[in-house]
């Protein structure tokens, strides 16, 4: 199985956090990949049609918010890319009210059937990993071309939340924007899909799972100290709750694949 992370291109950069490309053409037994929260919404093009909660799915599938863990099954040989788009990309990009995804990844085909049928066709013929990536660039500037203005009040928020998710950022954010508790709720909801505190949680997840996937650490408590936890315990629970197992667990697998 060969795994890359790429950089977005220039282009596209302003909207797309990073790309992960995941190709397995010597598949003997299933492969399951996991999908962790990891705060970004997600354009998944696969060259198979995978399975996630039983269900089969679609070439193009466009995730909103990943609270919940799950799994996506392949059965047979894939290549899958995965772009990550910036948290309010879903409302500006792809003109879909964010909290209708938070947990309910979506077939694209039935967001934008005409535009999304023409990319699949395209992509599923395109051979080489780089065409499909060069296809995509350009789908997303059409997207882009027509989107509507982002909020620079959710662009603001969500790069101080992801820079510093301790329990106290979104008071002092509130304080910041001279804004009420309930409208900064509610703004947030309505562009990223989740609330601001269990965004908080999850880019705080996010990050303590980039440092244990990397082995740069020498104990739990190292990561969870450093990522504001309150003890190992704290840190466990929530690794838990957003994987449904323990970091032990997860290490003893043997994953090497980023969350998704």
């Not at 799994?71 to 948290?87: G, L, N, Q, S």
């Not at 296809?135 to 027509?146: E, G, H, P, W």
């Not at 106290?168 to 900064?184: D, G, N, V």
Request: charged content about 20%; overall charge neutral; hydrophobic content about 40%.
């Amino acid at each position: 199985m060969n795994v890359r992370n790429l950089k977005p291109a220039v282009e596209v950069a302003e909207y797309v956090e990073r790309i992960l490309v995941i190709e397995n053409h010597q598949m003997i037994t299933p492969f399951s990949l996991p999908l962790f929260a990891n705060g970004l919404p997600t354009l998944l093009f696969k060259s198979t049609r995978g399975i996630i909660n039983n269900s089969m799915t679609t070439h193009l599938t466009l995730f909103g918010q990943t609270i919940l863990p799950e799994t996506i099954r392949f059965d047979e040989d894939f290549t899958a890319i995965a772009y990550f788009f910036k948290p309010w990309s879903l409302s500006s990009v792809f003109d879909v009210p964010a909290r209708e995804l938070t947990d309910k990844p979506v077939d694209l085909n039935l967001v934008m059937p005409k535009k999304a049928t023409e990319l699949q066709d395209r992509l599923l013929n395109a051979g080489a990993v780089e065409s499909m990536t060069a296809l995509l660039d350009q789908f997303i500037l059409l997207l882009v071309a027509s989107s509507k203005r982002e909020s620079d009040l959710i662009k603001y928020a969500v790069s101080r939340i992801a820079g510093q998710p301790l329990p106290e950022i979104s008071i002092l954010l509130q304080k910041e924007l001279h804004i009420t508790e309930r409208t900064f709720r509610r703004t947030f909801e309505k562009n990223i899909g989740i609330a601001p505190n269990l965004y908080r949680r999850i880019c705080q997840f996010n990050a303590a799972f980039q440092q244990l996937n990397g082995r740069s650490y020498e104990k739990l408590s190292d990561i969870a100290f450093q990522h504001g936890y309150a003890d190992q315990s704290h840190y466990i629970r929530s690794f838990k709750e957003f994987t449904s197992i323990t970091p032990k667990e997860y290490l003893n697998f043997g994953s090497s694949s980023e969350n998704t």
